[in-house]
């Protein structure tokens, strides 16, 4: 592929999603929306330092996402998704539940103002009615509304001629469950099982929709002793769980496959998941020993292959099929309450530099990512300016150029045929010029020059005619 070709290639991976996702509301033959083949991820906002939506959006993008999930119809962020192509997951806040669920008009009302402002062109496909309602007794008084809200906005959405575009559900922690272990006894709690569960099962059968299940590793295995690392991680060799005729390697795998037990005993054999939430701390406190960055980075990056393989799709009790799936979170959200790790689960530090170096398209193996920050430097060398590595593959490289141009479109204008910088047009030249921009930017905040191995500091001034690089 020659320079230009290919940098024009790089540029159009910045706005289009292009690899592999269905159409857009495609229904499969069961009468589930197809599911494209690309990661989701949670769009949180608790933060006083995050960037505008616009910013995040781009960011996304160039990530390669293909879903977003947002804890509130965020109106500014609703309209920076418009017109991405991205699926968009809304939710009904947990205050608004009983109001929601209080009739028919409200429901109408809520979608009105929420939803049909910024839909289709935000292409919105699934609105949850609120989120972990279930854990402890905080909002103990919104169950009862839960299943007339899930039914109210489910009408609303028919009457705006919006049936089968856009499905309903909520989102649950697995402590529903009163047992989980072995997996083929899972089991919902007593207090919610025949009252709650199976009205709100039957409901989302029937609409051809899924249950969002927050599933996290990290939380099970901080809280047990019996737990293994490797197995809590995606990584277990030997530490493995024999359910029956059935063989878990990871722990994930068993959770979900105790939530499918769980359904099949009140009757639901083919109920379908979507992990809403999951992820694992780059950091904590002195007790949440594993919370840190490469644990992290393994985690997700191990999770994001699993999803996306071709071969080991769904579980061993429910091969085959497709989960769609969230990582939890975007960004870091300084605001979030509660223990150090709660406000570092995020992709990206809320100057949009990466926490770890992460290929949400599943194709880089472990083995191929430059080591972590909190463990070795990230970045060869010493000096002022951050550029190519000319020794490394054209497809890091090509990485690196989209990840850097994705995070300020500025960085890369200089680069463009007849800017300063454009000659001589080649992914080595054009990646030194857009890792350098990019480090100059972000390396007061923590941002690296490794970009997976292809970046290298320098004290070379790389300037040369009227390319001049800053430092």
């Known amino acids: 592929m020659s320079p230009p070709l290919l940098l024009s290639l790089c540029l159009t ?43 995040a959006v781009a960011a996304i993008k160039a990530m390669k996402i293909g879903r977003v999930k947002l804890f509130s119809p965020n109106a500014d962020i609703l309209t920076a998704l418009a017109n991405t192509g991205m699926e ?20 109408t009302a809520w979608v009105r103002l929420h939803i049909s402002p910024y839909h289709p062109e935000a292409n919105i496909v699934v609105i949850l009615v609120g989120n972990e ?9 919104t169950w009862t509304s839960l299943l007339p809200a899930t039914q109210n906005l489910h009408a609303a959405i028919e009457s705006f001629g919006w049936s089968g575009q856009i499905r309903i559900s909520t989102a649950v922690a697995l402590d529903v ?16 099982a025949t009252s709650f569960v199976r009205p709100l099962l039957s409901f989302l059968t029937k609409t051809n929709s899924y249950l969002f299940v927050n599933v996290y590793p990290f939380l099970t295995y901080s809280s047990s002793s019996d737990i293994n690392l490797s197995y809590a991680m995606f990584a277990s060799t030997t530490d493995n769980v024999v359910d029956g005729g059935l063989t878990y390697t990871n722990l994930m795998d068993a959770q979900l496959d105790a939530v499918y037990a769980a359904a099949t005993k009140l009757g639901f054999t083919s109920l379908r998941i979507a992990i809403g939430e999951t992820g694992w701390p780059s950091a904590g406190d002195s007790t949440e020993v594993a919370a840190t960055i490469d644990n992290a980075a393994n985690y997700n990056r191990r999770l994001v292959r ?45 100057n949009l530099s990466p926490v770890y170096a992460i290929d949400l398209t599943g194709q880089i193996y472990d083995s191929q990512y430059s080591p972590n920050s909190n463990s070795s430097p990230l970045q060869t060398g010493s000096g002022t300016w951050c ?21 300020d479109v500025e960085f890369c204008k200089a680069i463009q045929p007849s800017a300063s910088c454009y000659l001589p047009s080649t992914i080595v030249s054009h ?5 350098n921009n990019y480090w100059q930017k972000y390396k007061g905040a923590g941002g690296s020059c490794s970009f997976s191995g292809a970046g290298v500091l320098t004290s070379t001034d790389p300037s040369y005619g009227a390319c001049v690089f800053p430092h």
């Not at 309602?133 to 008084?141: A, D, M, P, R, V």
């Not at 799936?325 to 960004?331: C, P, S």
């Not at 990646?431 to 890792?435: D, E, S, V």
């Open 13 to 55: 991976l910045l706005t289009c999603q292009c690899h592999g996702q269905a159409p857009l509301n495609a229904v499969s033959a069961d009468g589930y929306a197809q599911q494209s083949r690309t990661l989701g991820i949670n769009y949180g906002t608790l933060g006083d330092n995050l960037p505008s939506p616009a910013d």
């Open 88 to 107: 968009v997951v809304v939710a009904v806040p947990n205050e608004e539940i009983v109001a929601v669920g209080a009739s028919p008009a409200a429901a």
């Open 133 to 141: 309602i279930f854990t402890g007794t905080t909002f103990q008084s």
């Open 177 to 192: 469950l009163a047992s989980s272990f072995p997996p083929s006894a899972g089991t919902f709690r007593s207090d919610i």
């Open 306 to 350: 699993k999803i996306l393989s071709t071969t080991q799709i769904g579980t061993p009790a429910r091969p085959g099929v497709f989960i769609p799936t969230y990582i939890f979170a975007l960004f870091n959200e300084n605001l979030k309450p509660g223990v150090s790790s709660e406000r570092n689960w995020g992709l990206l530090h809320p």
């Open 387 to 407: 550029i190519s590595n000319e020794n490394s593959d054209p497809v890091t490289l090509e990485n690196g150029l989209n990840f850097a141009c994705g995070a």
């Open 431 to 435: 990646a030194a010029w857009a890792f």
